[in-house]
């Protein structure tokens, strides 16, 4: 049945039809992650770089009552802008819609839009996940649901490293969620190549990662994948002096009473304070990788289709 809310550009319409390769991205990167006009440069290059390995990027929002799955200059603009931009996951999608309001979409929303879409390859910074102390708070990022459910592949540089990784990866194993290693045994954190926590199995071949993902959908099993894709070696940071970082920012989140969906950019904010911006120039780096990375896996895919 067709989706009176969903809105997909041309380019993007014509590319699913003819079986070219699609890859995902979302917005709350833009509007939550980064400052103007750093979030535009940044948005302008993971396009380029999907572009150049042969794919087709679909950067994601929600603007004017609409799902958008490929945004145009104009509404990059609104969304790096980010004047009035709300950050959506799955339980606000219906509530922005009807009130039309302009949100951008996390992990959880943009897988949401990308199945809508026939989208099956999406590239993000991290995934979100448990939160350090959720045994008490209950503080468990909607991604994890959403990737129990939505069959899309999610390429990440792991979970953020301000979480609680062991947990995370006891939910996902118990959602029945697969986290390969994109050619590492190691659950990379995010700024770091390795948590000391190990991925399902390693694939050390984009042919092989696209041939996992076809046979898994293929045998109707729901929900989607994560692809964990370490931060270049270059870009690495030292793990213990990240984790000396995240533990002052989550105190300085404790004391100014941050809970929910604010958690994460305040502490993404504070960290990279703490570290002079190392840590945000990290996040650019990994990010442009995951792109790299999952527009090479689509292509495969899209081969086997």
Same mark, same amino acid.
């Given at each position: 049945?067709?989706?009176?809310?969903?809105?997909?550009?041309?380019?993007?319409?014509?590319?699913?039809?003819?079986?070219?390769? @699609?890859?995902?991205?979302?917005?709350?990167?833009?509007?939550?992650?980064? $400052? *103007? +006009?750093?979030?535009?440069?940044?948005?302008?290059?993971?396009?380029? =770089?999907?572009? %150049?390995?042969? %794919?087709? +990027?679909? /950067?994601?929002?929600?603007? &004017?009552?609409?799902?958008?799955?490929?945004?145009?200059?104009?509404?990059?603009? @609104?969304?790096?802008?980010?004047?009035?931009?709300?950050?959506?996951?799955?339980?606000?999608?219906?509530?922005?819609? %009807?009130?039309?309001?302009?949100?951008?979409?996390?992990?959880?929303?943009?897988?949401?839009?990308?199945?809508?879409?026939?989208?099956?390859?999406?590239?993000?910074?991290? =995934?979100?996940?448990?939160?350090?102390?959720?045994?008490?708070?209950?503080?468990?990022?909607?991604?994890?649901?959403?990737?129990?459910? /939505?069959? @899309?592949?999610?390429?990440?540089?792991?979970?953020?490293?301000?979480?609680?990784?062991?947990? #995370?990866? !006891?939910?996902? !194993? /118990?959602?029945?969620? +697969?986290?390969?290693?994109? &050619?590492?045994?190691?659950?990379?954190? *995010?700024?770091?190549?390795?948590? &000391?926590?190990?991925?399902?199995?390693?694939?050390?071949?984009?042919? !092989?990662?696209?041939?996992?993902?076809?046979?898994?959908?293929?045998?109707?099993?729901?929900?989607?994948?994560?692809?964990?894709? +370490?931060?270049?070696?270059?870009?690495?940071?030292? *793990?213990?002096?990240?984790?000396? @970082?995240?533990?002052?920012?989550?105190? %300085?989140?404790?004391?100014?009473? =941050?809970?929910?969906?604010? #958690?994460? $950019?305040?502490?993404?904010?504070?960290?990279?304070?703490? /570290?002079?911006?190392?840590? *945000?120039?990290?996040?650019?780096?990994?990010?442009?990788?995951?792109?790299?990375?999952?527009?090479?896996?689509?292509?495969?895919?899209?081969?086997?289709?």
């Amino acid at each position: 049945m067709e989706n009176k809310y969903l809105s997909v550009t041309d380019e993007i319409r014509q590319a699913l039809k003819e079986n070219k390769p @699609v890859v995902a991205l979302e917005s709350t990167i833009l509007s939550h992650g980064m $400052p *103007f +006009p750093e979030n535009m440069e940044f948005s302008h290059k993971v396009e380029e =770089i999907i572009r %150049a390995e042969g %794919a087709i +990027p679909a /950067t994601t929002a929600i603007i &004017g009552g609409k799902l958008k799955v490929g945004l145009t200059g104009e509404e990059l603009d @609104v969304m790096c802008k980010a004047d009035g931009v709300g950050k959506v996951s799955r339980r606000d999608v219906a509530t922005y819609l %009807a009130t039309k309001k302009t949100g951008a979409t996390t992990v959880a929303t943009t897988m949401m839009l990308a199945e809508m879409a026939g989208i099956r390859v999406f590239a993000t910074g991290g =995934i979100g996940g448990v939160h350090r102390g959720a045994e008490t708070t209950m503080d468990i990022s909607a991604d994890l649901q959403e990737l129990a459910n /939505t069959q @899309v592949a999610v390429v990440c540089a792991g979970a953020k490293s301000l979480l609680d990784i062991p947990k #995370t990866l !006891e939910y996902l !194993e /118990t959602m029945g969620v +697969p986290v390969l290693g994109m &050619g590492t045994e190691d659950f990379p954190a *995010f700024y770091c190549r390795r948590s &000391g926590c190990k991925v399902d199995c390693r694939i050390d071949t984009y042919a !092989e990662m696209a041939a996992v993902l076809k046979t898994k959908w293929d045998l109707g099993l729901k929900g989607g994948v994560v692809i964990a894709n +370490p931060i270049p070696e270059e870009y690495e940071l030292d *793990f213990d002096e990240m984790e000396a @970082v995240i533990n002052r920012a989550l105190e %300085a989140a404790k004391e100014a009473n =941050i809970h929910g969906k604010d #958690t994460t $950019p305040f502490l993404l904010s504070h960290i990279k304070e703490y /570290t002079n911006g190392v840590s *945000f120039a990290s996040n650019l780096q990994l990010a442009y990788n995951n792109a790299r990375v999952a527009a090479r896996i689509a292509i495969e895919y899209a081969k086997m289709k």
